[in-house]
Structure formats: structure tokens, C-alpha cells
């Protein structure tokens, strides 16, 4: 699809709906607005209409109708939008009347946004913010989406690209005016400095990168420990509702069974895995069960390791869980402070709850929300979230630390070392090499965005 063809989507949710939208992009925009809405309202006011169909004068509608002239819009090009009633019927009529204009067709999934990042009126950072955006789910995402979409973020990649640039601009000088010797030691007197200092500042927001994609993609809660421990009981009460099968039988779980919550604002995800044991003959299925439960734990951001009084304790599946619950708390004889292993190690006890009763679950709940509010401290403010972020920073920090060494070898090389860490972060906002990536950045969206 070229720059000359006008798109056109329904941008509003699915049908039936109160309104539906739907809206063009393109150099035909008023062309359209000129043929079933006639005549063409003034720029950026809604107007009402009566839609005709141009091929057969029969009407469409009573609709609001806006034009929206370029380059001042969303996508930089002429764009319309009819606010139709949100009948299928009714959209599906102004679509087959749409199609039968010259230059127009239906818009791919994130078309009306690529063609914004084309006509510059959004960054790669803002694209991605604004994918990030339409699929928030909890106030924490939603809060790291913005900031990236709003263009902090790319303030942010920017200024650091200005670092590089004038460390750039010192170097030149230094080659510049190589033949007067005071010249080139003062532009390169701090030169280093500032170099480690920039690379200091990067490898602080590429340590952010795992936390931040966490709140993105969701906490990852896991509950470890033998079998019979209550683990899927837990993660039932827990989710309102039984998401895990639950029998007396051991071995019952031998997936990985994940539910969605929201805690303190974030997005949460509860996991419930195969139990734990030694037991080398049992079926494979068990075996790959247990193997699926023990990459969880070693992947999670929190590891509850659970145990129970009528079962043996078994080893922790890390060698310090985050928390250490006793479920079943109905059956003790008394108190209780610490779990002891099969090996017999001892590790304090955190909490006692009964998932049959449900006694303790609050707390455990409350204790959740703590913990994970004070892991995820400030991981939406971080502006390195994707792989690709993470890809590019880690570029930039290895051309920096080239550029540092390369200076034995001549000031030349050290500054074509800088030019490939500037290169590198351009690439965050899509200033310079991001083809490859355009294709599944935009396949993210939704048709109409």
C-alpha cells in the first residue's frame, strides 16, 4: 500500500456498539467526506450529515462527520472521521461505499500509526508507548506506557545521544587542532570522564530493563513445593476461583497453570506448578512436569515455597525462596517458627494460612502486595523495557567502552567509535536503522490504530 492510497478502519470497539467510528487517512480523506457527506464541514468541527451512498443516492446514516486537513493530525496526512450509529449493518454499508471510491482501502493492523511514524509525528519510542498503552491493563502499566509514549522516554535516549554527540564534537576539535598542543589536551582533558560517566548512567538503566519488563508483562508469583501441599488450593482462593484442578492424589498438577490478578497496581501473575519430589521411576510426564515447575521458580520474580504438616517439607526449588508459607494450618498441633528440609536444613517461617478455612489468606495477600510494591519500586518510571531497548543500550555501552580504548590506536578510531554508540541510540527512536523492526512493532496494534 503506497502513501497515496487513503485508508480507512473502524477505530471504535467491536460492534454493536452506542457510536462507531471510523476513520481515513490519506489525500482522498476529503474526497470522501466530499462524496457521502456533502457539503465538507469546516476544519476540526463536528458536523452532522445525512451519509448517501455516492453509487446508488441511497442513505447510509445520520452521522457526525469531522475533517481533519493535514499536516497538523494525527497521522501528518488529510484525515476524516464519520461518528456513525454502531450498528454492523450501518458500518458495513459506509465500508462498501468507502470501497467503491477511487485511491481508498481498508487499513492493515497498525497502518494509521506507521504512517505517523512516517510523517514524523511520532518517534519508535512513542510507537511502542502507544502499543504498550492499548493493551494496559493495570494502573502500573498504564503509567509506563504513557511515559513512554509521551516522549520522556525518547527525551531521555535523546539527551544521552546529545552526551555522545558533543564527546564527539571535543574529539574533532582534538583532531582539528592536533598541531597545537594545548588545544587538543583541553578538548580531550575530560574527555574520559564524561565517556564513564554516560556508560555508568546506561548500565544503571539497563539494570532497570527485567523490572520494568515485569511490569509490563506481568509479576511472576510462583508457588513451589511437594505434592499435596495445597499449592493449587492456595491458587484457587487466591484467583476467586478454580483455575488449578485439585485432588488428593499426588502428581495432579503437572503443568504450569498461570491466573492474572492486579496488586498495588500491578499486573500479577499467580503461578501454580507440579509438586516436588525424588521420585526418579515416576512417569515422564511427572518428570517433565517437575522440569517445568523448577524453570518457573528459577525464572520468577517471587518463589513462595509452600509446605504443609502432613507432608515431608522436601528442598526448596531456589536456594532462598522469597517466602516461606505453611498451608494447612488447620492440622498443627501447635506452634511453629521454622521448616525444616529433607536434608536437613532450617529455614524461617514467614506465614501460616489454611486455604480450606482461608484463615491467614489476607495476610498473605497483604504480604504479597508489600513485597511486590517495594521489588517493583520505580520499575515504571524506567525508559529501557523492551529487548530491543535493552539490545541497543547494550550496543551503545560496548562502542563506548571501544571508544575509550581505542584511543592508543589514534583519535580517529576512537571517534568512528562514537559515531557507532550515536548510531546506536538513534536507533531507540527510529532515527537511523530500525527497518527490520518496523514490520513487528506495527503488527502489534489493532486495525483502526
Known sequence: MTARTTIFALSSGPLPAGIAVVRLSGPGAGMALDALAAPRPEPRRASLRRLLNPSDGLPIDEALVLWLPGPDTATGEDMAEFHLHGSAAVVERLTAALMALPGMALAEPGEFTR????????????????????????????????????????????????????????????????DEEDVGSRALADLHPRLISLIETLTAARAQAARAGSVRDGVKVVFAGVPNAGKSSLLNRLALRDAAIVSPEAGTTRDVIEVPVSLAGYRVILTDTAGLRDFPEGPMVEQEGMRRARAEAA??????????????????????????????????????????????????????????SGAGLELLLARLTTMISTRMMGAEEAVVLRARHVAAVEKTIRFLNDAIRAEKMGLEVMAEALREASRSLASLTGRVDVEDVLGQIFSEFCIGK
Open 299 to 356: 525464572a520468577a520474580d517471587l518463589v513462595i515455597w509452600v509446605t504443609a504438616p502432613d507432608v515431608e517439607p522436601g528442598e526448596p526449588p531456589v536456594a532462598r525462596p522469597d517466602l516461606v508459607l505453611l498451608n494447612k494450618a488447620d492440622l498443627l498441633a501447635g506452634p511453629t517458627e521454622s521448616i525444616r528440609t529433607r536434608n536437613g536444613e532450617s529455614y524461617p517461617l514467614d506465614l501460616a494460612v489454611s486455604a480450606k
Open 115 to 178: 504512517r505517523a511514524f512516517a510523517n514524523g509525528r511520532m518517534d519508535l519510542a512513542q510507537v511502542e508507548g502507544l502499543s504498550d498503552l492499548l493493551a494496559a491493563q493495570t494502573a502500573r502499566q498504564h503509567q509506563q506506557a504513557l511515559r513512554l509514549f509521551s516522549g520522556r522516554a525518547s527525551s531521555v535516549f535523546e539527551g544521552w545521544r546529545q552526551q555522545i554527540i558533543a564527546a564527539e564534537a571535543s574529539l574533532t576539535a582534538a583532531i582539528d587542532f592536533s
